[in-house]
């Protein structure tokens, strides 16, 4: 495999950072797979499959807190109106 150097502007690179860590995953396997669907496009030239092209919106369950029901803290500021505090 090849090595590319890139500049990105910060929001990008941290969008791309977020990403991998919530996903577990490299930012060089980020972007890969932003990259590949749009070169298999051309190649293919259709669409691809729902799951590619949503893949990148998909939240990942194991980055999601587990119950906030069972957590006390929360419960004792739920449904309170935090904006006029």
Do not use: C
């Not at 950072?17 to 298999?40: C, F, H, Y």
């Not at 893949?55 to 119950?67: E, N």
């Amino acid at each position: 495999m090849k090595t590319l150097t890139v500049k990105l502007p910060d929001p990008l690179f941290f969008e791309i950072a977020d990403q991998a860590k919530a996903r577990n995953i490299s930012k060089s396997d980020v972007v890969r797979e932003r990259l590949a669907p749009r070169s298999e496009l051309a190649s293919k030239g259709r669409g691809g499959s729902l799951w590619s092209r949503m893949q990148d919106v998909v939240i990942d369950s194991r980055a999601l807190p587990r119950d906030l029901s069972a957590n006390k803290k929360h419960l004792k500021v739920y449904g309170k109106n935090h904006s006029h505090r």
